[in-house]
């Protein structure tokens, strides 16, 4: 009785095992070539001609019928693969994450899930101290542009824990190298999180895909856009200007106090534009013109005054501008430029400010 107990509450495992059945000879052979193909490239391949699949259970010597498939349209034969779980450091803050292990005859591959934005392949050669790292971004699987940074966030981080040091190993053209790999992850990671803030700023949606096709002149107005809008930056006009005799502005009773060659301030609203991922944003500019000094000064016959201005080599003229989303702010910010003129006088071009961005990273 107790060897009988004992075979009831066994813990022996259960196995369950399935036979293929095929059209014919021709087909068997196929399916083993197919499992070769597996084994020496670990890709997935069809296999034609299978008819049906019947699965068993096993147990104790015994075998039930579990289940039969049958009317076959596609039988696929692929590697075994294996989740690996790894933690990671994103941006400060634990998250684990899932890669894929596959065997073949002459390597071990870890990849990700096909569907993953930023899809890796790293593939171990069996014997040898080599590897290689591939990897293809897939903007159109993500729903979101939030989705797409914190893609690129955990890549940065995933390269971070698999090469903990600033390797210069080039790749097999020369041409990249594997810091040059994880310095682009760094900074466009932080680029997708400026384009994130400024969808959340102005309550827009960009559909991930257009990125596919996203221009150099577009990324410098997505830079440009977040410089003003989101950090509130003063930007310096990069344009130079010209003395002119259009250089002018018409006064009342200015003759009085200004005189040839002193400094002038002049304020003005404006506006700027940007094109970006079939997004087209209108901002409202308030404006500063530095170093302008007087040059002539006119009196009209309507009793104005016409006061020419111009610059000087060691100074030229230049402009320095804010921007907000109403024409109310860039007013109200004119009238009151002349409080906080030094933040003016000193900003720095929107390229000088963008370069900063990516240098840093």
Known sequence: ?????????????????????????????NFLSALEIVYAEGRVVPVEGVTSVSTTVGHLGTKFPLEEKTNITQFLVGPAVDPVPITLDVDGKEKTITLLRSRTKDKVILRSEPDSIVAFNIAFLLGENKHTLNFKVQFEKAKSIREVADSFSIAAALLA??????????SEDGNISLSDIKGYFRRYKSFFNRLSAIESKLAISISPGLLNALSLEEQQDIDELYLLLCEKKVVRLSAKLTSTSSTAVTMNNAEASLGIGDKIALTFIGSIEFSFLKQSVTLHTANLLINALVKDIQKCDDGTVRVLYGDTDSKPMYISFSAFQTSEEAKQESETIMQHESIYVNALTSNAYITQYYEKQ
Do not use: P, Q, V, W
């Open 1 to 29: 009785m107790a060897n009988k107990l004992k075979e009831i509450f066994s813990d022996d495992m259960f196995n369950i095992s399935g036979t293929l059945h095929f059209s014919d000879g021709e087909a068997y052979k």
């Open 161 to 170: 824990h698999l090469y903990n040091r600033e390797d210069n190993i080039l």
